[in-house]
């Protein structure tokens, strides 16, 4: 409150701003300020509305929840009111609450000689999702409403009754013949993650957050939409109820899951606040690992007794609070944007921030990931942002709150020349090749043209190539190669293993004993097995798991660096796209020179073979005419040819007559046949392809081979969770080594989950799929057994 505002004027100006908030949240489910913006402005008016409650009016959000019903739906007039929750910020604040409601109960207070008498409270997680009433009568779902003002919500009948964990009808026996029970309805991460991705596909706007998608989910005119929308209820309560229930609030929710009504897993009993603290910490370590999104926890008292005494202030019950956790989202000023050029020259925009505390760490830098996503989010220098941060996940810009935009906002534009080496920047293209036409996109990453050439750049790859998971180099950390690399010692991997116990003593930090460790970590490093190798590389979007596939199926780093895209592509996950990226790494002179000086300085690779017999005689004559993209041959087409003539040979040179023999080949399709053969280009190109396939022994004439030894050969596997007997790359490492695959998503083609503790949104999946689960004991007496 400015000094030239009275406390009328301030309260009226909240009042407002609330107001519009909450219509924006509840109404139009487009929120435009993060929880605790809103939180903030919430407390002030209530903190004035204390101080002068001679203008506390009853249409003050203070006096009610939320805004209006929304016209599309029929109105519901709640007989119990659906109030919210008063909020702990503080740990101070639950035990204030906690010795409000014993005051209010009259129990005795703690003294010198004791901490007086302790209250039952039952604990669950704080769903973020929509607040529903759920009607039954006589056992049957009879009608579902929104939450709305607390008083007046809308008629989601329809809707509910698509979401799949809701009972259309009571299980057992026992309930009371009208029973209205409340809870939340949610989408899961797992599906939430589904239903963007089905967003983008089809060209609409993904969902900011899996309460907006829920809510908007719900708020569908047409129950078929909302059907086909991943929605999951939690029943945390009733309303009303004509009958008896259970005297305490955790039995009534027992007795709501024997009548066949989901209630949280988490669900505890603690005595007294030092329980509920640390039910609350436990539930905060493990936030990142449940398969649902959660902003706090709920504490009420138990027993319906207390609760009906304790009673109700104006907007919320006084035996409930709902303890937050700090908040994951915030609202700062985009300071600048800078640009930093990483491993393979990509140009990233960093936001420069405002420092703001997001979810208990002070924040002052936030990824932008690149210009299509500055545009998307219309970001300008100056703007109000809102920025999110979830765990370990580097923050993030949400959205801009475009009211808030300065007249001096500047708009963001990449560098013509990289800030570290002066080269040129360029826009990568895409290629799309389809039947007979090639079309080329820009892609979305700027990148710096000065290879390693750029210091950026080359300390980037220097760093890479000598992590744990490449060359695995212990000592050689993020400091030492920048000193390496800013003194002219290290101008590419190879030179590492020309380092000098003199150069590396000249080094800041290092003394004699710390510098012979260096050198013996960096000749330990000679041996490195093929797939390390490949990944430390640092080759464009090929990750630790292509690595690994591409040293297991092609078996040597001469058949990696040879084959061209339109074998690679023959590998599982590997499309056209990285294929290209592959071969255009290893046909660079620069390369190749690096490759041949890491040889000559003493590296050599371990696991090298012959073509994993999975893939050998894998391709089909049929498979390999498809893949040549030859207008108007599609799959039913290339397989007919390849049964009428045999060779790609012969469909090469075959003529008009030759042609006319093949089924159900039309004139046009024959015609684009010959005319994609008589350019010499292309016909060489198919030739090229087949005698690689066959140098390769991945020919269809090639000898099939069988999978020696490998009791998980053609399984994939997926691990989850936390394993207390090894960590998860021992883990990983071990099924790989029996055949398996090991993948990081659940999917229908997976063969096992091993799920350990702290197991999340991948393992609901794999209980939706009706996958295989093993938990760590039985994974391990499964190792066991295959090793043995």
Not at 21 to 39: F, G, I, K, M, Q
Request: one cysteine or more; a negative charge.
């Amino acid at each position: 409150m400015t000094s030239a505002q009275t406390a009328a004027e301030r309260i009226a100006e909240l009042r407002s701003e609330i107001d519009a908030h909450n219509y924006r949240y509840y109404v139009l489910d487009e929120p435009s300020v993060p929880d605790a913006e809103y939180d903030r402005l919430f407390n002030e008016l209530k903190a004035l509305e204390a101080e002068h409650p001679e203008l506390v009016s009853p249409d003050s959000p203070t006096q009610r929840v939320g805004g209006a019903a929304l016209a599309a739906f029929g109105q519901v007039r709640h007989e119990v009111p659906m109030l919210s929750l008063g909020n702990a910020f503080e740990e101070q604040d639950l035990i204030d609450f906690d010795r409000r409601a014993r005051e209010g109960l009259d129990l005795p207070s703690g003294d010198l000689f004791g901490d007086g008498a302790e209250l039952e409270y039952s604990c669950e997680p704080k769903l973020d999702g929509l607040a529903v009433s759920l009607l039954y009568e006589n056992g049957k779902l009879v009608r579902g409403a929104t939450r709305g003002d607390g008083s007046t919500g809308e008629d989601i009948s329809a809707n509910v009754r698509t979401v799949r964990n809701i009972p259309l009808k009571l299980h057992g026996d026992g309930w009371p013949s009208v029973l209205e029970v409340r809870g939340e309805i949610y989408m899961p991460k797992a599906g939430f993650e589904t239903l963007n991705a089905r967003q983008l596909e089809a060209g609409n706007k993904p969902f900011a957050n899996p309460r907006n998608a829920a809510a908007g989910s719900l708020r569908q005119l047409d129950s078929k939409i909302t059907a086909s929308r991943p929605l999951e209820l939690c029943a945390y309560g009733v309303g009303r109820s004509d009958g008896d229930l259970p005297d305490t609030h955790v039995g009534i929710l027992e007795a709501l899951r024997g009548w066949g009504l989901p209630i949280s897993r988490e669900l505890k009993l603690a005595k007294g606040v030092k329980e509920c603290r640390d039910y609350f910490h436990a539930i905060g370590e493990k936030r990142d690992a449940l398969p649902y999104e959660i902003d706090g926890v709920v504490f009420k008292v138990n027993s319906t007794a207390q609760q009906r005494e304790l009673g109700f202030r104006a907007r919320e019950p006084r035996w409930a609070i709902a303890h937050k956790f700090p908040a994951r989202e915030e609202v700062t000023e985009l300071l600048d944007v800078e640009f930093q050029v990483g491993r393979t020259g990509a140009i990233t925009p960093v936001a420069r921030l405002q420092p703001a505390q997001v979810a208990g760490v002070t924040v002052s830098n936030a990824t932008l990931h690149n210009m299509d996503e500055v545009a998307r989010l219309g970001v300008m220098i100056g703007d109000t942002v809102i920025v999110r941060r979830a765990g370990d996940v580097i923050p993030q810009i949400l959205g801009v709150i475009p009211e808030r935009r300065p007249e001096n906002a500047r708009a963001v534009h990449v560098p013509a020349h990289c800030p570290v080496c002066g080269s040129a920047v360029e826009r990568t293209q895409l290629i799309k090749r389809s039947k007979g036409r090639e079309s080329v996109t820009e892609g979305s990453i700027y990148r710096c043209v000065g290879r390693l050439a750029c210091q950026a750049q080359l300390k980037q790859a220097i760093i890479h190539f000598v992590s744990r998971r490449a060359m695995d180099i212990d000592g050689l950390g993020d400091k030492i190669v920048e000193q390496l690399v800013d003194a002219g010692l290290v101008k590419s991997p190879a030179d590492i293993y020309c380092l000098s116990f003199e150069q590396v003593l000249a080094l800041e930090g290092f003394a004699e004993v710390s510098s012979r460790n260096l050198l013996k970590a960096i000749d330990a490093s000679r041996t490195p097995s093929l797939a390390r190798f490949v990944f430390a590389l640092g080759i464009p979007d090929v990750g630790e798991g292509t690595a690994k596939l591409l040293a297991r199926a092609l078996g040597s780093l001469d058949r990696i660096s040879r084959a061209l895209p339109d074998v690679l592509v023959y590998l599982p996950d590997i499309g056209l796209e990285v294929a290209h990226e592959i071969h255009s790494f290893f046909d660079d002179e620069h390369n190749q020179s690096v490759i041949a000086q890491l040889r000559a300085r003493g590296v050599q690779l371990q696991e090298e073979g012959d073509v994993h017999p999975d893939f050998a005689a894998c391709a089909t004559l049929g498979e390999l005419l498809d893949r040549l993209n030859i207008p108007f041959i599609a799959a039913t087409g290339a397989q007919r040819l390849a049964s009428r003539f045999g060779s790609l040979g012969d469909i090469i040179d075959a003529d008009w007559l030759d042609l006319r023999q093949v089924e159900r080949l039309n004139e046009k399709a024959a015609r684009a046949l010959r005319d994609y053969f008589d350019d010499p280009a292309n016909a060489a190109r198919a030739r090229a392809i087949e005698a690689q396939l066959k140098e390769f022994g991945m020919h269809w004439e090639s000898e099939r081979k069988a999978a020696e030894g490998l009791p998980l050969a053609g399984q994939t596997w997926v691990l989850t969770g936390t394993l207390e007997s090894m960590s998860r790359d021992d883990a990983k490492a071990r099924l790989e080594a029996l055949g398996a695959k090991v993948s990081g998503s659940v999917s229908a083609k997976t063969s096992v989950v091993v799920a350990g503790p702290g197991a999340g949104s991948k393992l609901t999946k794999a209980n939706e799929l009706g996958l295989e689960v093993d938990d760590e004991a039985s994974f391990l007496k499964r190792l066991a057994s295959l090793e043995s």
